[in-house]
């Protein structure tokens, strides 16, 4: 692809950054939100709790604070769970949408018949990664390390999407990334993920537009597939 095609338009690079600040700031504040208000919901919950057995702990009477607040605490418990489920979805989503996004504009700007959604590939994000790898001939090697790691998410996506976090017969690969992330652990009874702070989401987040803001980066640089 012609770098200077490219430049000539805008600047391709800094526009990629600044539209994905676009889509996945809110994002990021939202979690800050929703999160602190789980976690000003549990203490409302903890005090009234804590209130409860302090007024009547001493009247065999009356029935103690769990049976009272029984579901509210059920409830709040998957709260964080819920959450984190909800917008782990929506940031790959928004990935591949981003991603796609940007082969378009790519095809657009060489005036190429040939578009993302011409190629096949393993999911959505292996259609543009081969697009920009075969059509725009772009080597995305240098991004090798991150692409593996986008294919873990991918996994951990999928397994959320359509089967409630479940992984059968996960391979060691993708069980020692799951133990050295954070936020995020590997139930081996259930073969269940759960995501456990908004901090992997984080993480996510960053690890999906590294990739995107990289592979912009090398297409602006016109470096040509090795043949």
Same mark, same amino acid.
Request: proline share 3%.
């Given at each position: 692809m012609s770098s200077r095609k490219l430049r000539n338009k805008y600047d391709f690079l800094d526009n990629t950054r600044i539209l994905l600040n676009f889509k996945f700031d809110p994002i990021k504040d939202y979690l800050d939100n929703s999160a602190g208000m789980i976690i000003q919901q549990e203490k409302e919950l903890n005090e009234k709790y804590q209130a409860w057995n302090k007024k009547h702990s001493n009247n065999p009477e009356m029935p103690d604070a769990f049976d009272i607040y029984e579901m509210e605490i059920i409830n709040s418990s998957e709260f964080p769970n819920i959450l984190n489920q909800s917008i782990y979805l929506t940031i790959y989503s928004t990935f591949e949408n981003e991603f796609f996004k940007l082969c378009e504009w790519c095809q657009n700007a060489e005036n190429l018949k040939i578009g993302p959604k011409d190629i096949n590939g393993q999911g959505y994000i292996g259609q543009c990664r081969k697009y920009v790898t075969n059509v725009l001939d772009v080597n995305l /090697? /240098? =991004? &090798? #390390? =991150?692409?593996? #790691?986008? !294919?873990?998410?991918? =996994? *951990?996506? @999928?397994?959320?999407?359509?089967? &409630?976090?479940? *992984? !059968?017969?996960? &391979? @060691? /690969?993708?069980?020692t990334f799951i133990e050295n992330s954070n936020g995020i652990l590997f139930d081996i009874k259930k073969s269940q993920v759960k995501i456990e702070s908004i901090d992997f989401l984080k993480t996510l987040i960053d690890k999906l537009t590294d990739f995107i803001s990289g592979t912009a980066e090398i297409i602006m640089n016109g470096k040509k597939a090795s043949t």
């Open positions: /090697d /240098d =991004l &090798n #390390e =991150l692409w593996a #790691e986008i !294919k873990k998410y991918q =996994l *951990i996506r @999928n397994s959320i999407a359509h089967n &409630n976090g479940i *992984i !059968k017969s996960p &391979n @060691n /690969d993708v069980l």
